[in-house]
């Protein structure tokens, strides 16, 4: 199993390597399954390679709040991301974490 770098020194190749991964988020001892949806380059800044954005894709119901969530993926442990719900697609409910 590898693990996350520093959250400073994520990029967007760190979400590419894991496109494929199976993600659950955990909350209060339930799990969600989500999956990477998108990743978007969005300029300039400090981050490595630039800002970035990753939309998660989960079920419907229920859709969590905007908050720090705990997310394991398959082969790569946990990492807590700050997620906004941004709406829906076709397959499911749509959140966002931005890295700038």
Do not use: C
């Not at 001892?29 to 990477?36: D, F, H, T, V």
């Amino acid at each position: 199993m590898t693990s996350w770098p520093d959250m400073q020194d994520i990029t967007i190749a760190d979400f590419e390597a894991r496109r494929q991964s199976t993600v659950k988020l955990v909350a209060e001892g339930e799990s969600m399954p989500l999956e990477i949806a998108e990743i978007n380059p969005m300029g300039q800044s400090q981050r490595e390679g630039g800002a970035f954005s990753v939309v998660l894709r989960g079920p419907r119901e229920p859709v969590v709040d905007q908050a720090t969530h705990h997310l394991v993926f398959d082969k790569d442990g946990p990492i807590d991301l700050f997620l906004v719900p941004v709406g829906e697609d076709a397959s499911g409910m749509l959140y966002e974490a931005v890295f700038t």
